[in-house]
């Protein structure tokens, strides 16, 4: 069974920095991909960024390369996500979640069953 908590969102002026966590109660965590995701109010979730069971590779979506930073520990069963230089753009509730058989850029809302309840970040001008 799977278990997610989000914990780190807040608010934050533009060009901020903020840290997310998510732990996983997630059987096999270490042997499992993760992501992170984000849904702004009015739109869909979308894809944000990816890391590899081992950390070695890692997935973001266009508009957050260069100022994200995707991360984990297992020996803490938690994912992390770094933003910098944060824009009013990526205010949204942040959601991380596992792997699916799918490429990350097919992934939607619809190939998940469960979320966690999901951490704001909104980002002022």
């Known amino acids: 069974q799977v278990q997610l908590v989000e914990s780190g969102g807040g608010l934050v002026q533009a060009g901020g920095s903020l840290r997310l966590s998510c732990a996983a109660s997630?059987?096999?965590?270490?042997?499992?991909?993760m992501a992170w995701f984000r849904q702004a109010p009015g739109k869909e979730r979308e894809f944000v960024a990816a890391?590899?069971?081992?950390?070695?590779?890692?997935y973001y979506v266009d508009s957050v390369k260069g100022r994200f930073i995707v991360s984990r520990d297992n020996a803490k069963n938690t994912v992390y996500l770094q933003m910098n230089r944060l824009k009013p753009e990526d205010t949204a509730v942040y959601y991380c979640?596992?792997?699916?058989?799918?490429?990350?850029?097919?992934?939607?809302?619809?190939?998940?069953?469960?979320w966690g309840q999901g951490t704001q970040v909104t980002v002022s001008s």
């Open positions: 890391i590899s069971w081992g950390g070695g590779s890692t």
């Open positions: 997630v059987p096999y965590f270490s042997t499992t991909a």
């Open positions: 979640n596992v792997e699916t058989p799918k490429h990350w850029n097919q992934v939607t809302e619809s190939d998940y069953t469960y």
